[in-house]
Each structure stands twice: as C-alpha cells, then as structure tokens.
T-cell receptor, first 113, second 113 residues
C-alpha cells in the first residue's frame, strides 16, 4: 500500500518553462489537495478537489492549474515557471470532507532558476 | 493574514523533558485542530487532533490542551525523546464539505540526548 505518491521528487526548471507534477493515491480517497511549503510560512493550499472532475482554488492559486481526470490522480501544472514558485510541493488526500485526516506524499522539491 | 499563529519557531529540549508548542487562532468558526509531525525529506503526518468540545486530549506522550475562550491550543510532548526531533505544525479547519486546513508556520524541535 503506497499511499500518496508524488512524481518527480526533484526538478530544476528555467524561468518560463512549464511542467506538471503528478500525484497518485491508492486509498480510494475522494478529496485531494496541493500545498506548497516555504520556510517560515508553513503549508499553504494551492488547489484542491472534492471528487473526480472537480477542482477549486485554495489560498495561493495564481500561476498554477490543476486537473483531476481520474479519481486516483491529481495533476499540478505550472504554465510559465517563475523564481517565486521555487518551493517544496506536497500533495495530500482524504477520504472525504468533514475533518477527515489528510494523508501527505513526500513532496516534490522544485527550483526555478 | 496569518489565521493560525504558532510559537516558538524553534525549540531545544533535553531528553526526558517536556516540549510545549503553542498556537492561537482568530476564526471562531474553526472546529477541528490537528497537529502534524514532519521529519526531514518526508511529508507531514497527522499526530493528534482535537475538537473544541473538549479541553484536553491525550495519546501516549502527546497531549493537546485547548482553551476555547482564549482561542489557543498547545501540544505537550512528555518525556521527549531524540526520535521526536522533527518539525511540528498546528492547523485549524472549519470542516464541512471542503476540509481545508489552515496551517501554522511550524516549530522545529530538537531533543538533545
């Protein structure tokens, strides 16, 4: 049972390049989330999904897009990477809403030069 | 605007001592207060959580104390061990359909042997 798996683990991009981060969960969870973690700022919610085919904005959505075409996958896209998007990105999932525990992956460390 | 304020930023405790981390919140609509533990290179993992209808919850060496009138809650780690060395995040949620978490800025705990 892998839980939440994030791909890739590390990536270096140049300003203006695009990329997609993949999150996969094998727990049959309905809800999925993307966070970014920056020093001294904790984790901030970028986008989230309450079910297959649905997405919604979180606290810091600008510069990111997401898609949830399959229940088990949640993709985070950067269309034109900026140095301010250098961060560690975490994906999480929960069974449903209503304060169900969120289970996190081990993160993707992304550097934008 | 930081809705959940966490202190201290870092903490050094001797083995066997008590570690105390504090959080304060502003939004009285929050109804779920989890603590997450994060080891280097890993994602956060749920440690313990409390709802505002109780003033204390204990799980092994970990205790949450909750003061609804002061809008504060704290994590106490009794008999702290070197293996407890990690970053701890408090969080708060309004629950409901979205299950969105607002995280504190984190506390880096080092337990010295």
């Amino acid at each position: 049972n892998a839980g939440v798996t994030q791909t890739p683990k590390f990536r270096v991009l140049k300003t203006g390049q695009s990329m997609t981060l993949l999150c996969a969960q094998d727990m049959n969870h309905e809800y999925m989330y993307w966070y970014r973690q920056d020093p001294g700022m904790g984790l901030r919610l970028i986008h989230y999904s309450v079910g297959e085919g649905t997405t919604a904005k979180g606290e810091v959505p600008d510069g990111y897009n997401v898609s949830r075409l399959k229940k088990q996958n949640f993709l985070l896209g950067l269309e034109s990477a900026a140095p301010s998007q250098t961060s560690v990105y975490f994906c999480a999932s929960s069974l449903t809403g209503g304060n169900q525990p969120q289970h996190f992956g081990d993160g993707t460390r992304l550097s934008i030069l | 605007q930081q809705q959940v304020k966490q202190s201290p930023q870092s903490l050094i405790v001797q083995k066997g001592g008590i570690s105390i981390i504090n959080c304060a919140y502003e939004n009285t609509a929050f109804d779920y207060f989890p603590w997450y533990q994060q080891f280097p290179g890993k994602g956060p993992a749920l440690l313990i959580a409390i709802r505002p209808d109780v003033s204390e919850k204990k799980e092994g060496r970990f205790t949450i104390s909750f003061n609804k009138s002061a809008k504060q809650f704290s994590l106490h780690i009794m008999d702290s061990q070197p293996g407890d060395s990690a970053t701890y995040f408090c969080a708060a949620s309004k629950g409901g359909a979205t299950n969105k978490l607002i995280f504190g800025t984190g506390t880096l705990l080092a337990v010295q042997p």
